[in-house]
């Protein structure tokens, strides 16, 4: 996969919804870590590729990849993508996309992030995977309905992510000046005004939040 693609795998959460004596990064599921899952996925498909992996102390990283770069990330999920980018710039390893990952997603699809690379290279400023909303929406204030939520647009966002680089951190630092708070990566360019697509994901790239979703994703791995 192309070489001017940085590679940015998120794994610094504490997982305080995971309830298990192992923290979920190193939960191991068919006897490898979730976290190992992403490593291997880009290690594999994106060999020319850097990739930063931003962990918590926590969080053990066996035998250190000579492409890969570990750092200590932060409490949220802006500062951790933002000391990755720092780092990128800092070491001169910046390059024209950074594809960004969250890896309690370990089911990932090789044609899902071709499609999101094409959607920016050729068009967009950044694309994301995700998945249309089916359930039933409610607004609900002191636990009573207040009234019903359209779905017909709205749609779950995913990881991987990608990105122009130079729109990312533009972006990214623009909303940290402004105290912006942000979900997601995408959220950030859409706050400056720069154009994002959405593309169909595989319904198999599910996040792993709770122990009990290890049994869904476990015969997918």
């Given at each position: ?26 939960f191991k ?6 976290i190992n899952?992403s490593?291997d996925?880009?290690s594999?498909?994106?060999?020319k ?13 066996s ?9 200590n ?21 910046q ?9 309690a997603?370990?089911?990932?699809c090789?044609?899902?992030?071709k ?13 994301t ?16 309905v207040?009234?019903?939520i ?19 951190v ?11 708070d942000i ?24 996040k ?5 979703d290890?049994?869904a ?5």
């Amino acid at each position: 996969m192309s070489k001017d693609i940085s590679v940015i795998l998120l794994g610094a959460g504490k997982s305080s919804r995971f309830e298990s004596t192992v923290i979920k990064q190193n939960f191991k599921i068919n006897k490898k870590s979730i976290i190992n899952y992403s490593r291997d996925f880009f290690s594999n498909y994106f060999p020319k590729s850097k990739k930063i992996i931003a962990i918590n102390n926590q969080v053990k990283i066996s035998s250190q990849r000579i492409d890969e770069y570990i750092i200590n990330g932060s409490s949220s999920r802006m500062k951790s993508l933002k000391k990755c980018l720092d780092y990128i710039y800092i070491n001169n390893l910046q390059t024209k996309y950074t594809l960004v990952h969250d890896v309690a997603r370990p089911v990932l699809c090789l044609y899902d992030v071709k499609k999101i690379i094409h959607e920016v290279k050729n068009k967009f400023d950044g694309s994301t995977l995700g998945y249309p909303i089916t359930n039933a929406l409610k607004e609900v204030k002191n636990g009573i309905v207040c009234e019903n939520i359209l779905r017909d647009k709205l749609w779950s966002t995913f990881t991987p992510q990608i990105f122009k680089t130079k729109m990312l951190v533009d972006s990214l630092d623009k909303c940290i000046r402004n105290k912006d708070d942000i979900d997601d990566d995408i959220e950030a360019l859409l706050l400056n005004n720069l154009k994002c697509s959405m593309v169909l994901s595989s319904p198999t790239n599910i996040k792993i939040t709770y122990v009990s979703d290890i049994k869904a994703i476990k015969g997918l791995l």
